[in-house]
């Protein structure tokens, strides 16, 4: 399938951005740079800085997804084939202080997506889920049949997106590809979340916050096989389908902070534990032998290496994590 224009939302995210900058490089599409249209809101997570070294090769509109009004005037202008859609809150904390903003953008700003996409008769829409809408799992990997079961006011969110999804493609053979993603980490990915907020809080001499006793288990995945992965599932994926998109790296949040300590070259001791996070799922954990099998992605980069060109990035990118402190400190009241 030939694609000429593609719409991505929240690409001046922490993952968008990096699925933006790959397909503005044309890698993976056979040397065909296709139209890249970004559709971001720019909250406190966008930045265009994410987009400065492919500046001039995407159209951008700052624009809420919730806007029915927006986004039609959007698609009849651009008349997109395909739909990336990365747009969401994404914090699990932040979504405990406060669910509103979550519920708006993740559910009805997929709503509003999805009817203009079906107006506007688009190929195929692909629905950026996470592996948190499974909930948590104590033993063995969650396949894609495995129950939706979300905790957090975000992963119900994202759930309830999911659903929709599924919804459409059912009633109205809406053609849509659903993909689960892993914990991602890398270059570029907002200090609010464990592995840039513990990089950050080392830089400004502190400790690294470790929720509980640290033994709540993530798939860590490096972005840019994840957007390497959206990307294959975009041009292969199957109609109808949804995708895990795991690394089966997986790691006690207390053995990567010391893994990350180690990594950036200060004692074992920089870190310590703080009261648990509300209703905090233990462990997640994906099969991702059908995208692996059917599709030919396999993740390239294992977490001690993946930590180590984070922290480089991290290294030389200091003023950006910087300006993020200020905010990042208001959610943790420091
Ligand atoms: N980060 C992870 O580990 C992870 C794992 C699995 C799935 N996901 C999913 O991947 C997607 C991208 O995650 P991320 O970490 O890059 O998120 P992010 O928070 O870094 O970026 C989200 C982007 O969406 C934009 N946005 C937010 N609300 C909007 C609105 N109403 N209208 C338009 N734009 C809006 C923001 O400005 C930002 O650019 C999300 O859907 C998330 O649920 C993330």
Known sequence: MKYNNILVTGGAGFIGSAFVRLLSKGLSLKGTVPEIIIVDKLTYAGDLERLEEVKGRFKFYKTDICSKNGVGSIFAKEKPDIVVHFAAESHVDRSINDATPF???????TQVLLDASRKHNIKKFILISTDEVYGEIVNGRFNENSPIKPNSPYAASKAAADLLVQAYIRTN??????????????????PEKLIPLAILRIL???KVPVYGRGLNVREWLYVDDCARGIMTIMRKGKIGQTYNLGS??????????KLLLKTLGVS??????????LGHDIRYSLNSRKVTRDLGWKPSIKLAQGLKLTVDWSLKRQAWLKSKLGDVNKLYKK
């Open 103 to 109: 519920v708006e953008t993740n559910i009805k700003g």
């Open 204 to 206: 400004g001499e502190g």
């Open 268 to 277: 074992q001791d920089r870190f310590e534990f703080v009261k648990d996070r």
């Open 173 to 190: 053979k809406f053609p849509a590809v659903i993909i689960r993603p892993s914990n991602n980490y890398g270059p570029w990915q907002y």
């Open 248 to 257: 089966a790296c997986e790691s006690k949040n207390i053995d990567t902070v």
